[in-house]
């Protein structure tokens, strides 16, 4: 399964800031999912799902400034917080991915015990000096397919350097 070729789609987001692909089978998730899985005041900004195997993988760009070089500590200070909330749940501790386009933070953990509980990849970016969170969800059982197709997506993640000033006048405003 894993030499398998995935067909994937290309997906930019805040207007061409970030792009990257995803699998063929991921759609941009509806309202009523929405609302089930994200029940609080702030959600994601974009929420795509693979309704089929009830994947989701989440993108939102936040307020906190962030640089290239704060990537490893921030992770690391956000994996902090998971473990503090979920003890002994960690998969794959924080590391920082900089041998891929866009340097990444990155960790996993799971939630709900391990028989009929959720694998969770939580990622960070630094674009245009802000934070961009990524969450990955996923049955527990689909550990290292949620793992490849992570991977394959920060591999084709690209931030569009060349919008910084229409950004910082939009952050302004």
């Not at 961009?132 to 049955?139: E, F, I, S, W």
């Not at 920060?154 to 000033?165: G, P």
């Amino acid at each position: 399964m894993q030499n398998e070729e995935v067909q994937t789609q290309k997906i930019c987001l805040w207007n061409g800031i970030f792009c990257t692909e995803l699998p063929i089978e991921f759609q941009v998730a509806d309202e009523k999912l929405i609302k089930k899985k994200f029940p609080y005041i702030a959600k994601p900004e974009y929420i795509w799902v693979n309704e089929q195997e009830m994947q989701i993988i989440t993108f939102h760009l936040l307020h906190k400034e962030l640089k290239n070089e704060q990537i490893k500590l921030a992770i690391k200070e956000i994996q902090r917080m998971i473990v503090h909330r979920y003890p002994e749940s960690i998969g794959d501790y924080a590391c920082h991915l900089d041998n891929i386009a866009v340097d990444t933070g990155y960790f996993s953990f799971w939630t709900g015990g391990i028989p009929n509980g959720e694998y969770h990849v939580l990622f960070i970016m630094a674009v245009h000096e802000r934070m961009m969170l990524g969450t990955y969800h996923c049955n527990a059982d689909y550990e290292e397919q949620a793992n490849n197709m992570v991977f394959q997506m920060l591999k084709k993640a690209r931030v569009n350097k060349a919008i910084r000033k229409e950004m910082i006048i939009n952050k302004l405003l």
